[in-house]
C-alpha cells in the first residue's frame, strides 16, 4: 500500500486532530511539536503561576479532608448523633468526590481545563462555606456531600498542570506539585489546633474554605491548556499561549510551525517500540472520539484495560491506607487505649483533645520528609520501584503496632508510615497523568481517584470500628495487607513512565490488509 492510499484510508475517519493534518501537512519550513515548544521556553515564571493556582486546588482538598478529623466529635455533642450518623460526615464527603472526580474529569476533556477550573472551584467554595451555618445534621450533611463532589476535582488540577510542564525533571515538578497537599494537610492541623478549643467547629469550617474562593478569585488569570487545544484542533490558539508562555518567561519558541503531536503519530515518523505502544500510536493506528461515556469504554479497551484496573488497585489502596493511618494517629492518639465495653473514650478531656492536635500536626509533618524524598527519587530510580520501595517500607512500619505500644513510639511509627504512603500516594498521581493520553487523561485519573474515594470511604469504617471493638491488631494487619497488595499492583504495571513524553490520543489497530 503507497502513502497516499495510507494516508488517505486513515483521513476517513472522524477525530478533531485529523481535521488540521491536511492544513499542517501544506505547510512549508521547519516543524516543532508542543513538547518541543515546552522544552524550549523552559520552566518559569508562567509555569511558577500555574503550579501555585494549581496547589490553591490541592490545599483546598487537604483541608477539607483533613477537617474530617476533627470536627466529628463537637457535631456529634451539639446534635446528639449516633456514632453511625458521626461517621456519615465523613462518609458522605468521599461518596461526593467519588461522583465529582469522574464528571469533573469527563468535562475538563470534553470542554477544557478552564470549565472543569471554574466548575471546581465554584461548587467547593460555595458549599464549604454554607456549611459552618448549617441550621441542623441533614442540612449539613448535604452540603458536605456538595464539597466532595467539589473536592473531587483535584485530578483537573494534576492534568491542567501537567500540560504546562516540560518533559525534563516532570516528575520532580510534579512532586513540588504534590507539596501543597502537604502544607494543606499542616494548615489544617495547624487550624484545628487554634480554632477548635477557642471558637468551635463552625470557624473551622468557614476557614477552610478560603483556599477555594482564593483559586475563584484568581481563575481569570488562568490559560487553558495547549495540549488540550491542539487535540482539538485549535492550534492557533495553542501557539498563542505558547507566545504568552516564551514571553513571560523570557526564551524564544523554535522556529517554524507548531504541529500536534497526533500529527507526527499519525504520519509515521515517531514510530515506537512494541512495548511504548500505549503512550506513542504508530502509523496503522487510528485515533478514537472522545466524548461522554465512550470515554469510559476507550480506557477499558485492549490497549488500556491492563494499566486501568492495575491503576484502580493501587489508587483504592492508596487511599484506603493513607487515610487509615490518618484516623488510626486521632484514635490512637493518647497512647492508652483502654478498652471497655462500649466505646474507646477518646475525647473526655482537655488533655486528649490537646493530644489529638498535637499528634495530628506531628503526623502530618511526616509528608514533608516523605515529599523530599520522592523528589529524591523519582527521577533517578523510576516510578514504579519508588513507589514498592515505600509501600514496603510503609508496611514495615505498620507491622509493630500490632501489639499495642507506648504513645511516643505509637506516634513515631505512623510518622514514618505517613511518611511513606503520602510518597506513594504523591507518585502515583505522577505515574496516572503520565500514562493516560491527553484525550482521556482528566477522566482517566478521575476515575482513579473515585475509585480512590471508595477505599476513602470504607477506610474510616474499618480503622473506627476495628479500633473501638478493641481489635487495633486486626487493623493494623488490614491496613499492612492492603499497602502490599497495592505494591504488587505496581509491579505488574505495564510501563515506565520516567522521562517518556506525553501522549495526545488514544489508538486502535485498523483491520489488516493485504499488500
Not at 182 to 211: D, H, K, N, Q, Y
Not at 449 to 457: H, P
Request: hydrophobic share 45%.
Amino acid at each position: 500500500m503507497t502513502n497516499h492510499q495510507g494516508q488517505s484510508r486513515r483521513t476517513s475517519y472522524h477525530s478533531p486532530t485529523l481535521g488540521i493534518y491536511s492544513m499542517v501537512n501544506n505547510q512549508d519550513g521547519p516543524m516543532y511539536t508542543l513538547d518541543e515548544a515546552l522544552v524550549a521556553v523552559g520552566f518559569g515564571k508562567f509555569q511558577g503561576f500555574v503550579l501555585i493556582y494549581a496547589g490553591l486546588g490541592s490545599i483546598s482538598e487537604a483541608m477539607e479532608v483533613m477537617i474530617l478529623s476533627f470536627i466529628g466529635e463537637s457535631v456529634k455533642s451539639k446534635w446528639n448523633l449516633s456514632s453511625t450518623q458521626e461517621s456519615l460526615i465523613t462518609t458522605v464527603v468521599f461518596a461526593g468526590m467519588l461522583i465529582g472526580a469522574y464528571s469533573w474529569g469527563v468535562i475538563s476533556d470534553k470542554y477544557g481545563r478552564r470549565t472543569g477550573l471554574l466548575s471546581v472551584a465554584l461548587v467547593t467554595s460555595g458549599a464549604g462555606l454554607l456549611s459552618a451555618f448549617s441550621p441542623n445534621y441533614i442540612i449539613l450533611i448535604i452540603l458536605r456531600f456538595l464539597v466532595g463532589v467539589g473536592l473531587g476535582g483535584g485530578p483537573v488540577y494534576t492534568s491542567w498542570f501537567l500540560e504546562f510542564v516540560p518533559v525534563p525533571n516532570r516528575g520532580v515538578w510534579m512532586v513540588v506539585f504534590s507539596t501543597f497537599w502537604t502544607v494543606g494537610t499542616i494548615m489544617e492541623a495547624s487550624l484545628g489546633w487554634l480554632i477548635m478549643p477557642r471558637l468551635g467547629w463552625r470557624w473551622l469550617v468557614a476557614l477552610s474554605s478560603v483556599p477555594a474562593f482564593a483559586a475563584l478569585l484568581f481563575y481569570g488569570l488562568t490559560a487553558e491548556s495547549p495540549r488540550y487545544l491542539c487535540i482539538n484542533g485549535q492550534t492557533t490558539e495553542a501557539l498563542n499561549i505558547m507566545r504568552r508562555v516564551a514571553e513571560v518567561n523570557q526564551k524564544e519558541l523554535p522556529a517554524g510551525y507548531l504541529i500536534p503531536e497526533s500529527k507526527i503519530e499519525l504520519d509515521g515518523e515517531s514510530d515506537r517500540r512494541v512495548d511504548s505502544n500505549l503512550l506513542a500510536p504508530s502509523a496503522k493506528e487510528v485515533v478514537f472520539s472522545n466524548s461522554g461515556f465512550s470515554t469510559v469504554l476507550i480506557l477499558l479497551s485492549s490497549k488500556l484495560r491492563r494499566t486501568t484496573l492495575l491503576l484502580w488497585v493501587l489508587f483504592f489502596g492508596n487511599a484506603f491506607s493513607y487515610y487509615g493511618i490518618i484516623l488510626l494517629t486521632s484514635k490512637l492518639s493518647d497512647g492508652k487505649n483502654q478498652c471497655n465495653s462500649s466505646t474507646l473514650q477518646l475525647f473526655n478531656s482537655k488533655n486528649k483533645d490537646n493530644t489529638l492536635y498535637i499528634n495530628v500536626f506531628v503526623t502530618s509533618l511526616a509528608e514533608l520528609p516523605g515529599i523530599i524524598l520522592s523528589a529524591l527519587i523519582v527521577d533517578r530510580i523510576g516510578r514504579k520501584l519508588s513507589m514498592v520501595s515505600m509501600f514496603v517500607l510503609g508496611c514495615g512500619l505498620l507491622m509493630p503496632l500490632v501489639v499495642h505500644q507506648n504513645g511516643i513510639l505509637t506516634t513515631g511509627l505512623l510518622f514514618g508510615a505517613r511518611m511513606f504512603i503520602i510518597g506513594t500516594f504523591t507518585i502515583a498521581y505522577i505515574y496516572a497523568p503520565e500514562i493516560y493520553p491527553t484525550s482521556v487523561r482528566a477522566t482517566g485519573v478521575g476515575i482513579a481517584s473515585s475509585v480512590g474515594r471508595v477505599g476513602g470511604m470504607i477506610s474510616p469504617l474499618a480503622a473506627v470500628k476495628l479500633v473501638i471493638d478493641c481489635h487495633q491488631a486486626a487493623a493494623v494487619l488490614l491496613f499492612a495487607g492492603v499497602m502490599l497488595l497495592s505494591g504488587l499492583s505496581v509491579l505488574l504495571l505495564p510501563l515506565e513512565t520516567k522521562g517518556r513524553k506525553l501522549s495526545d490520543t488514544v489508538t486502535a489497530s485498523t483491520p489488516a490488509t493485504s499488500a
